[in-house]
């Protein structure tokens, strides 16, 4: 069993930047394949970036790619999503999920359904 909190969202204006933390606790954070996906309101929940157990395997969303970074600190047990150049589309709740993989790997993970665990997710709102 795996925890998630996320934090780090709020408040900020289109060009600005954020910093998104999930903080994991429970089985070792280091085999577990990390997600940050976003849910914007009457929309579905979206990929945004991936993280595979090596921190050299990251997958983006096209809308992400150039602006975030998705990042882990194993000793902290906690990945990152920086986020840049924000514009007001990016405005959602922001969730962090977790994978559990008992072999190492390369892969990394797009898909909601791939993950076990999620956290309860940190609004982000980015105006004009």
């Known amino acids: 069993q795996v925890q998630l909190v996320e934090s780090g969202g709020g408040s900020v204006q289109a060009g600005g930047s954020l910093r998104l933390s999930c903080a994991a606790s429970?089985?070792?954070?280091?085999?577990?394949?990390m997600g940050w996906f976003r849910q914007a309101p009457g929309k579905e929940r979206e990929f945004v970036a991936a993280?595979?157990?090596?921190?050299?395997?990251?997958k983006y969303a096209d809308s992400a790619l150039g602006r975030f970074t998705i990042s882990r600190d194993n000793a902290k047990s906690t990945v990152y999503l920086q986020m840049n150049s924000l514009k007001p589309e990016d405005t959602a709740v922001y969730y962090c999920?977790?994978?559990?993989?008992?072999?190492?790997?390369?892969?990394?993970?797009?898909?909601?359904?791939?993950?076990?665990?999620w956290g309860q997710g940190t609004q982000v709102t980015v105006s004009s």
């Open positions: 999920a977790a994978k559990y993989g008992p072999y190492w790997t390369n892969d990394v993970y797009t898909t909601p359904s791939d993950y076990d665990y």
């Open positions: 429970g089985r070792t954070f280091s085999s577990h394949f």
């Open positions: 993280i595979g157990q090596s921190v050299s395997s990251t």
